[in-house]
């Protein structure tokens, strides 16, 4: 499977959370979008083991079949979309999140996030 992984999901993956480690370790290409790297390092300058997940990421980033997704040039269209999508049903999501669903639909990756606010999404395919 193609994940795309949220960032609540790498912190699971930090903990040591079994059947987190077993789906990225199962993964036949596990991406981290460039969003997700961001909130990661925010998350490093506000909690105590915030330089020891900047670590784990950086080892992450180095295995084979990890990549980091970037916006592209289609990436602002698939967002808007979402976007217009989401505010006319009265069902809007946090802007980093729609960033992250536009890259999972733009590279047709299958979701890993806890946060149920994707099921609003059902064009993503997910895995909880």
């Given at each position: 499977m193609r994940i795309l992984i949220d960032s609540n999901r790498?912190?699971?993956?930090?903990a040591g959370e079994p059947a987190v480690v077993d789906a990225f370790e199962q993964a036949a290409l596990l991406v981290v979008p460039f969003?997700?790297?961001a909130e990661i390092r925010v998350g490093a300058q506000s909690i105590k083991r915030g330089d020891?997940?900047?670590?784990?990421l950086g080892?992450?980033?180095?295995?084979p079949g990890v990549r980091v997704a970037h916006s592209s040039d289609t990436t602002p269209h698939h967002y808007a979309a979402l976007y217009a999508?989401?505010?006319k049903a009265g069902t809007p999501i946090p802007t980093?999140?729609?960033?992250i669903a536009a890259l999972a639909i733009e590279h047709s990756l299958v979701l890993y996030s806890r946060d149920a606010h994707f099921?609003?999404?059902?064009?993503?395919?997910?895995?909880?």
């Open positions: 790498f912190i699971d993956f930090c969003i997700v790297l020891a997940q900047v670590r784990i080892e992450l980033l180095q295995q999508r989401l505010k980093n999140d729609l960033w099921d609003r999404i059902p064009s993503i395919p997910r895995l909880d």
